[in-house]
């Protein structure tokens, strides 16, 4: 289980490639294997107040088997206050790690849980890929990988003095919020997201890097 720091840490060694290997999909028995925090029936994008919280718990459980895993800073329409549930969620994952070329293998698990449980169970986007930031990486990846900050940014599971590492060396604190990017097409509103399970629980191949719970062959 989460609580259970050790066999969470056999289960989650970072591998060069998944546990188990499917061809291109991979059957998934029931949410537990991907997740112990209760979700929601629906989750509404407008509701920064859930949204902060579903967020906040599924960081809090990688922090707890991932040690080198932060937290994370989410900024863009959910952090102002101005989503609909067209939106997306705009973050970027935080590790710290001497281990420079393989900081971003220790964001994966988490990047990829919160696709299979946001992307594939309540059909939300998730943009969290572009970049991640090592807390021991150089000054000016940290400066790039911050560069949508602003004072509005919400913070997830960081302790204050990570949080400060990025406000030294970017002062996105400090920024006003952007205005809508002129070429960015609004997003439609399409309601609250209710949950449901694909179908038969096939997800993609990539999902097992962010499994809590093994599968039998």
Known sequence: MVGDEESGQEK??????????????????????????ELPDALD???????RSILGSLVLEEMSINPEYRGMFVYGSIAHGEANNGSD???????NTEDIVKAEEYAQPMQSRLRAVLEYCYRITVNDKRTVINLRGSPLTIRHSSREFDRQTITLGLSDEEIEVVRQLTGYQL????GVRSFKKPSMEIGPHEFIYPEDGVFPWYVEYGLLERLSR
């Open 12 to 37: 989650r060694i970072l591998p060069e490639k998944p546990l188990f290997v499917y061809p291109d999909k991979i059957r998934i028995p029931d949410v537990s294997f991907l997740t112990h925090v």
């Open 45 to 51: 994008l407008q509701d920064q107040h859930s949204v």
């Open 89 to 95: 969620i705009d973050g970027v994952h935080v590790v």
């Open 175 to 178: 920024r006003e919020p952007r």
